[in-house]
């Protein structure tokens, strides 16, 4: 079972930028492909990006792409999502996991908190 520790959340303004963090524990990181969800009060948990084991692919969901880029370190097993122009709608919980297409597998990390203020 993979372990996730998600960092880098925080309080911003309205078309700032945040760079959130993600390490596994698993030595086999570099296998996987790795995902970022997140889940707003009151709503489900969302996709937001994913990107493949090589970091040759990546993918986006709709509301996000053109302001988030989603890439990783193999070396340090870790994945980012950095997150430019944010809303207050990206407000929410932010969570990587190990995907599979785009659903994830496996546990959930403790996520961390991105608070867009307007």
């Known amino acids: 079972q993979v372990q996730l520790v998600e960092s880098g959340g925080g309080l911003v303004q309205a078309g700032g930028s945040l760079r959130l963090s993600c390490v596994a524990s698993?030595?086999?990181?570099?296998?996987?492909?790795m995902g970022w969800f997140r889940q707003a009060p009151g709503k489900e948990r969302e996709f937001v990006a994913r990107?493949?084991?090589?970091?040759?692919?990546?993918y986006y969901a709709d509301s996000v792409k053109g302001r988030f880029t989603i890439f990783r370190d193999n070396a340090k097993n870790t994945v980012y999502l950095q997150m430019n122009s944010l809303k207050p709608d990206d407000s929410a919980v932010y969570y990587c996991?190990?995907?599979?297409?785009?659903?994830?597998?496996?546990?959930w990390g403790q996520g961390t908190q991105v608070t867009v203020s307007s």
């Open positions: 996991a190990v995907v599979v297409g785009s659903s994830p597998k496996g546990s």
């Open positions: 698993d030595r086999s990181f570099s296998s996987y492909n």
């Open positions: 990107i493949s084991a090589s970091a040759f692919t990546t």
